[in-house]
């Protein structure tokens, strides 16, 4: 039995509907799948009764974009109240944040004459969080790029002339925004980040895991977080990070996490709501702090 606990619908910048999703992980034999859109639940309740059809467990979830000391990284909530209001308000505001980011990096695009409407790329997005994949299939269908890589490689990494800087919720905020909707809070692959010194810190705020197991990690990589987790009593997690066909080949079933760390992280969320929780009173082993390689 095997879980993949990263998974992105059309409800944000992924390609398939928590249907299609869900058939995918049904024909791959997944046990339990998480869906961990980009600022918002609202395919989670679509993707539950997907999920529900095809005997598959579901866990609720979503991805949260933060930054710790200048540091950007991005955590996963598990197990949140999809109806939880603080929650729900939060996400609004992050949507409106990520809508307006949408509308100057047009205005960059439209000074570099290119001739892009915020509507079309709203209309292609067709969710209440859009992104720049969603502005490097506009560039695609529009003609102006060849491809979402030349789009990103031209006009929206990060320092090229489109992009815009986004705004991040501090990981503190976020870490207490998901406990207080009932979830866990995860760091999501820490190694593309390569940020290891904030996670003691993050740890002293209640984190209650680490995605070792990505599809961009190396073997090492994840060796190095596991290692790290069970040093620091964190539940380890892990996803393939599937954006459908956005990004040319689908992801989902390239991490089979195994099902035993689905019943830690539930085991976890028990002592969470029991008030057993161990969080914030871990002694944090300096040996591990160092980066992987
Ligand atoms: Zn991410
Ligand atoms: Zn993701």
Redesign the pocket.
């Known amino acids: 039995m095997f879980a993949d606990l ?1 998974l992105h619908t059309n409800f944000s910048d992924g390609t398939y509907t928590p249907e299609e999703l869900v058939g995918r992980a049904q024909q791959l034999g997944f046990s339990a799948i998480a869906l961990t859109d ?1 600022d918002t639940v609202e395919g989670c309740e679509r993707a539950g009764a997907a999920s529900e059809k095809a005997g598959i467990e579901f866990i609720p979830a979503t ?1 949260l ?1 933060a930054e710790l000391n200048g540091n950007e990284l ?1 955590l996963l909530g598990y197990f949140i109240d999809t109806g939880n209001r603080k929650l729900l308000a939060e996400m609004a505001k992050f949507q409106k944040v990520r809508q307006n980011r949408i509308r100057e990096m047009v205005a960059r695009l439209n000074q570099l004459n290119v001739p892009l409407k915020a509507d079309t790329i709203f209309a292609i997005a067709n969710c209440r969080s859009p992104g720049r994949p969603h502005v490097g299939r506009a560039l695609v269908q529009g003609g102006f790029c060849d491809s979402l890589d030349e789009a990103f490689e031209r006009f929206l990494k990060k320092n090229r002339p489109a992009w815009v800087p986004k705004f991040k919720i501090s990981a503190l905020d976020a870490i207490e925004l998901i406990h207080q909707a009932g979830g866990l809070a995860v760091m ?2 820490p190694g ?1 980040n390569r940020t290891d010194q904030i996670i003691p810190e993050l740890v002293g705020a209640g984190l209650d895991g680490l995605e070792c197991f990505h599809t961009k990690h190396t073997a090492s990589t994840s060796e190095h977080y596991t290692r790290m987790a069970k040093d620091y009593h964190l539940a380890i997690t892990g996803g393939s ?1 599937c954006h459908g066909l956005s990004k040319g080949k689908p992801l989902i079933g390239t991490i089979r996490l195994p099902y035993e760390d689905v019943e830690q992280l539930k085991a976890r969320l028990g002592e969470r709501h029991s008030g057993k929780s161990k969080a914030g009173a871990v002694t944090i082993p300096h040996s591990t702090l160092r980066l992987p390689h």
Do not use: F
């Open positions: 990263h980009h991805e974009t991005h999501a692959h593309l990070d």
